[in-house]
């Protein structure tokens, strides 16, 4: 989904959610108003979630960070096709 997740997975403002693994209809919700290094970082954190939602959040934060900012050093910009 592109937009902000909805306000029942936290008590603060979120730019990314993804459902638990017990979800019968997955979705991930990404806020479409990020500039694009923020808008690839939370993509690659929330994609994590939905792959191994187990991992705890802090190093995903951490991987996701450290992903986005070389794929943004790299050249990796997003275009309509």
Same mark, same amino acid.
């Not at 997955?26 to 690839?40: D, R, T």
């Not at 996701?64 to 275009?79: A, V």
């Given at each position: 989904?592109?937009?902000?997740?909805?306000?029942?997975?936290?008590?603060?403002?979120?730019?990314?959610?993804?459902?638990?693994?017990?979800?019968? !209809?997955? &979705? /991930?919700?990404?806020?479409?108003?990020?500039?694009?290094?923020? +808008? $690839?970082?939370?993509?690659?954190?929330?994609?994590?979630?939905?792959?191994?939602?187990?991992? !705890?959040? &802090? /190093?995903?934060?951490?991987?996701?960070?450290?992903?986005?900012? +070389? $794929?943004?050093?790299?050249?990796?910009?997003?275009?309509?096709?």
């Amino acid at each position: 989904m592109w937009k902000k997740p909805p306000k029942h997975f936290f008590d603060h403002d979120a730019d990314g959610a993804c459902d638990d693994r017990e979800s019968t !209809d997955k &979705e /991930i919700w990404i806020n479409p108003n990020l500039c694009e290094k923020e +808008f $690839l970082k939370t993509c690659i954190d929330e994609a994590f979630h939905g792959c191994i939602f187990e991992i !705890d959040n &802090e /190093i995903v934060d951490q991987i996701s960070e450290d992903m986005g900012t +070389f $794929l943004y050093r790299i050249g990796f910009r997003l275009k309509d096709e």
